[in-house]
T-cell receptor
Framework: GQQLNQSPQSMFIQEGEDVSMNCTSS?????WLWYKQEPGEGPVLLIALYKAGELTSNGRLTAQFGITRKDSFLNISASIPSDVGIYFC?????????FGAGTRLTVKP | GAVVSQHPSWVICKSGTSVKIECRSL??????MFWYRQFPKQSLMLMATSNEGSKATYEQGVEKDKFLINHASLTLSTLTVTSAHPEDSSFYICSARKTSGTDTQYFGPGTRLTVL
């Protein structure tokens, strides 16, 4: 189905650096979700956002639900090697859920 | 918690055979379950939405007679790939949405299907 616009596609960073990725859409969503997927595994929910403007943290992760309800970002502070994986955003409106193409994160020790 | 399991985690089968994949919500009830497939280095593509006790809703382009979905209880949905062919080889992932509370989807660990 239709996907959200997620960027960047991939990131290669040094351990300790901060990371930022975002998702945009031409449609409004009621919920924004961020998942992390490791090879051979299903996505694991990191953060769920339910209100426009909402800023939520989960440890070193912070995500925001854009005011326009058409975008969201995820920040990872002080990255560590185990942050490696693919991060997907997902936007949900009623029974319709769309995924971004994913951001592949590589962290060099 | 919100744990979703899938069985098997991987399966190899011969072309023309059928394969059944189970998706279970272990510690919550799920009125709705979803089935996705994922090709290497790509995002999740929704195949169908499964509601307990009713027929699944398939996305455009997904053959309902090939991918049979049964959601017989609030904790179990099954996907059967009938007459599998090599092009059906993929990573199949289910997710479940809680009946009550937040409507966040929780994903299973996925099933890797290889059709020879």
């Amino acid at each position: 189905g239709q996907q959200l616009n997620q960027s960047p596609q991939s990131m290669f960073i040094q351990e300790g650096e901060d990371v930022s990725m975002n998702c945009t859409s031409s449609s409004i969503f009621n919920t924004w979700l961020w998942y992390k997927q490791e090879p051979g595994e299903g996505p694991v929910l990191l953060i769920a956002l339910y209100k426009a403007g909402e800023l939520t943290s989960n440890g070193r992760l912070t995500a925001q639900f854009g005011i326009t309800r058409k975008d969201s970002f995820l920040n990872i502070s002080a990255s560590i090697p185990s942050d490696v994986g693919i991060y997907f955003c997902a936007g949900r409106r009623n029974n319709d859920m769309r995924f971004g193409a994913g951001t592949r994160l590589t962290v060099k020790p | 918690g919100a744990v979703v399991s899938q069985h098997p985690s991987w399966v190899i089968c011969k072309s023309g055979t059928s394969v059944k994949i189970e998706c279970r919500s272990l510690d919550f009830q799920a009125t709705t379950m979803f089935w996705y497939r994922q090709f290497p280095k790509q995002s999740l593509m929704l195949m169908a939405t499964s509601n307990e006790g009713s027929k699944a809703t398939y996305e455009q382009g997904v053959e309902k007679d090939k991918f049979l979905i049964n959601h017989a209880s609030l904790t179990l949905s099954t996907l059967t790939v009938t007459s599998a062919h090599p092009e059906d080889s993929s990573f199949y992932i289910c997710s479940a949405r809680k009946t009550s509370g937040t409507d966040t989807q929780y994903f299973g660990p996925g099933t890797r299907l290889t059709v020879l």
